[in-house]
């Protein structure tokens, strides 16, 4: 009887080998190798380096910019301080919520301290569901040139212009939103800088 059942599992057996094989093994290698490949910058997180080539961050998850010379990021709630990538969350407050309308009153309150004027857009006081949007609007970024320009010596036309080149549109013409990558755009601004300054 023993036999009989051990020979009635090994099909079972067999078949849980060969499918761990495939899908735990081969699978995601072959895939992994494509992506290598295929899109070599993205599969390996989409990091940036400043002109040494140390790393400065990943194009796909949001840093905290404070400085008046920089463009400021979407609000973040993940984690304690804000824009921990090890705990992507979003505040799960509701609409009606008194923390909730606390924390945009403030956020409105800095922006108007920064001199924004006018209606703010969404992304500029509220926080996503990851907390580590790396994107802003157009209008959250064109609101913020004045404060560049003016920190940076720069002509504010020209920090528009800069934030026009820098935003890219939805995929096909309808996939997405128009944004502006916030550490692309920065870097960008660095670079300007470096070659104004010599």
Same mark, same amino acid.
């Given at each position: 009887? %023993?036999?009989?059942?051990?020979?009635?599992?090994?099909?079972?057996?067999?078949?849980?080998?060969?499918?761990?094989?495939?899908?735990?093994?081969?699978?995601?290698?072959?895939?992994?190798?494509?992506?290598?490949?295929?899109?070599?910058?993205?599969?390996?997180?989409?990091?940036?380096?400043?002109?040494?080539?140390?790393?400065?961050?990943?194009?796909?998850?949001?840093?905290? %910019?404070?400085?008046?010379?920089?463009?400021?990021?979407?609000?973040?709630?993940?984690?304690?301080?804000?824009?921990?990538?090890?705990?992507? +969350?979003?505040?799960?407050?509701?609409?009606?919520?008194?923390?909730?309308?606390?924390?945009?009153?403030?956020?409105?309150?800095?922006?108007?301290?920064?001199?924004?004027?006018?209606?703010?857009?969404?992304?500029?006081?509220?926080?996503?569901?990851?907390?580590?949007?790396?994107?802003?609007?157009?209008?959250? +970024?064109?609101?913020?040139?004045?404060?560049?320009?003016?920190?940076?010596?720069?002509?504010?036309?020209?920090?528009?212009?800069?934030?026009?080149?820098?935003?890219?549109?939805?995929?096909?013409?309808?996939?997405?939103?128009?944004?502006?990558?916030?550490?692309? %755009?920065?870097?960008?601004?660095?670079?300007?800088?470096?070659?104004?300054?010599?």
């Amino acid at each position: 009887m %023993f036999t009989e059942t051990l020979r009635a599992l090994r099909p079972t057996a067999v078949l849980l080998l060969l499918v761990t094989l495939v899908t735990g093994l081969l699978y995601p290698a072959a895939i992994t190798g494509i992506a290598q490949v295929a899109l070599p910058v993205q599969a390996n997180g989409s990091i940036l380096s400043d002109t040494r080539g140390n790393p400065i961050g990943s194009a796909l998850i949001a840093q905290n %910019f404070t400085g008046p010379r920089y463009l400021h990021p979407r609000p973040s709630a993940a984690g304690k301080d804000g824009y921990d990538a090890s705990s992507s +969350a979003a505040t799960n407050l509701a609409p009606g919520s008194k923390d909730l309308r606390d924390a945009i009153a403030k956020r409105v309150s800095t922006a108007r301290a920064e001199g924004m004027t006018g209606d703010l857009p969404a992304d500029l006081v509220t926080t996503s569901a990851s907390g580590l949007d790396p994107d802003l609007s157009p209008e959250a +970024a064109f609101l913020q040139a004045p404060r560049i320009a003016k920190a940076r010596g720069l002509d504010v036309a020209k920090v528009k212009s800069l934030i026009a080149e820098q935003t890219e549109q939805p995929v096909l013409g309808i996939i997405g939103e128009p944004h502006v990558n916030v550490l692309l %755009f920065n870097r960008q601004l660095d670079m300007l800088s470096a070659t104004t300054s010599k």
